[in-house]
């Protein structure tokens, strides 16, 4: 479960759920489908940090000087909405 990025909590739960072996497992399907949506939720949220960090990085195209690195100035901008 812990390589499926399950919480402890949602351990403990399907270890509850399995301890019961006659119950309907639609709970455990439910579980799973909560756990599938917040997967989903976390790629996007993802995918928007990697399109924000890849526009950061296209402000630095070269070595230079900190001092004029696009990078660090779009960082300290505090308008940088990347």
Known sequence: CR???MTLEEVRILLQFR???YE???NVNELLDDHIRAVEVRMEELTQLKQHL???RQKC???APTASCGILRA???R????
Request: glycine share 10%.
């Open 3 to 5: 390589t499926l990025d």
């Open 19 to 21: 301890d019961r072996p």
């Open 24 to 26: 309907d497992c639609g």
């Open 54 to 56: 890849t526009i950061l």
């Open 61 to 63: 195209s070269n070595t």
């Open 75 to 77: 960082l300290g901008d």
């Open 79 to 82: 308008s940088c909405h990347v």
